[in-house]
């Protein structure tokens, strides 16, 4: 092994060098990452926007596609200095991407926080039943924010709302109680 690598050249030793130390680390980051234990340590140069292009994660993916590209290159007979810039450009366009992927997946995660004003003008249909005028605390089932939920309810009609009645929210109280009426 050591035969083979001593009979490369300076910049092939190089090279091959960046391109196996990156890549190890690559794998370690990426076991450690799916396995939840993911301390990226960013060093944030932008300002603290989203999108984040100095990572320690991007720096080790561009040093091994630096790496292995520059290989690539020089394998295939390519001077140094071309082999060195695309090299360099494909690590700038590996970082580029691994960037907007990071970006566009921080975009997908929500809070899971239900806010009670997304029920109002939301259909729904009396669990338990509700008293008329606040009389008697009811539930209903209610989809808010993309999922059914068992909510508490509130009715100011003259009559109790019965079990099985399609219902529409027509406003929410400071904690969070559904103010009701049926469904006409």
């Known amino acids: ?27 370690i980051v990426l076991v450690t990452t799916f396995m939840g234990a993911d301390a990226d340590a960013d060093a944030d140069f932008d300002g603290g926007a989203g999108f984040q292009f100095f990572t320690f994660k991007n720096g080790v993916a561009f040093f091994a ?54 029920a109002v003008n939301s259909t729904g249909e009396v669990y338990l039943e509700v008293g008329r005028n606040r009389s008697k605390m ?25 079990r099985g009645t399609l219902v529409i929210v027509d406003s929410v109280t400071e904690n969070g109680v559904l103010i009701i009426k049926p469904l006409s």
């Open 1 to 27: 092994m050591l035969d083979w690598f001593y009979g490369l050249t300076s910049p092939e030793q190089v090279f091959w060098l960046i391109a196996i130390a990156a890549t190890i680390i690559f794998l």
């Open 65 to 118: 596609i630096f790496g292995w590209i520059g290989i690539a290159c020089l394998s295939h007979g390519y001077g140094l200095i071309t082999s060195i810039a695309v090299a360099a450009v494909c690590g700038l366009i590996m970082m580029f991407v691994m960037a907007g992927i990071f970006y566009y997946v921080n975009r997908l995660t929500e809070s899971g926080t239900l806010d009670y004003k997304n």
């Open 138 to 162: 009811g539930k209903v089932q209610i989809s808010v924010q993309g999922s059914l939920r068992e909510m508490e309810a509130l009715t100011d009609q003259d009559t109790d709302i019965k």
